[in-house]
């Protein structure tokens, strides 16, 4: 048990739809980050959260969008999905300057 | 192109051997952090270093972190079949993590 849990852990979409991917994490985590991890790479940074705003985003299209709610908990929400969305997407909450905790990821195919 | 450089990409090593994997960056770090990832797992962090020249050991892996604070190295002394896993390095960059690709480790038994 990571303290930050995801859902659900695998999903098939078509391209062209939409899809919300969950993450749950522990009291404290007050910073919430979200990473692409295609097969083979590392993490690729998504964007990032600090009390429920924006905080931070790397080179992904608007058509990511995120949200992050007062219980620790967020989203990340992806529209008009492509073939190359196909990833493992992995939620990290962190506390201060701890370090990060990562989900075990939501494993992600586009057909 | 990769903020961080990892290297070896891939290394595969007998039971025993002991090995050096390396970060590199010509960007400065506030801190850097090393995470050890397995199949259809999230990464786990194991150590983060702060301070240029730092060394911190952990069993049988020690850390680096260079002088300039742009690059790290980790050592494993006598790896075993569990150290098996993909080692990622993160450097604080913003208000953010960025990686390396990483070096995927395996140790045969």
């Known amino acids: 048990e990571t303290g930050v849990t995801q859902s659900p852990t695998h999903l098939i979409k078509t391209r062209g739809q939409q899809v919300t991917l969950r993450c749950s994490s522990q009291?404290?985590?007050?910073?919430v980050s979200w990473y692409q991890q295609a097969l083979g790479q590392g993490p690729q940074f998504i964007f990032q959260?600090?009390?429920?705003?924006?905080?931070g985003r790397g080179n992904f299209p608007p058509r990511f969008s995120g949200l992050q709610f007062p219980n620790y908990s967020s989203e990340l929400n992806v529209n008009a999905l492509e073939l190359d969305d196909s990833a493992l997407y992995l939620c990290?909450?962190?506390?201060?300057?701890?370090?990060?905790?990562f989900g075990s990821g939501t494993r992600l195919t586009v057909v | 192109t990769q903020l961080l450089e990892q290297s070896p990409q891939f290394l595969s090593i007998q039971e025993g051997e002991n090995l050096t994997v390396y970060c590199n960056s010509s960007?400065?770090?506030?801190?850097l952090q090393w995470y050890r990832q397995e199949p259809g797992e999230g990464p786990v962090l194991l150590v983060t270093?702060?301070?240029?020249?730092e060394v911190k050991k952990l069993k049988r892996l020690t850390f680096q972190f260079g002088d300039a604070r742009k690059d790290s190295s980790l050592h494993i002394t006598a790896a075993q079949p569990g150290d098996t896993g993909l080692y990622l390095c993160?450097?604080?960059?913003?208000?953010?993590?960025?990686f390396g690709a990483g070096t995927r480790l395996t140790v045969k038994p």
């Open positions: 990290a909450g962190a506390k201060a300057d701890l370090g990060y905790t």
């Open positions: 009291s404290g985590h007050n910073t």
């Open positions: 959260y600090y009390r429920e705003e924006e905080n």
């Open positions: 960007s400065v770090f506030s801190s």
């Open positions: 270093v702060v301070t240029g020249g």
């Open positions: 993160a450097g604080a960059w913003y208000n953010d993590m960025r």
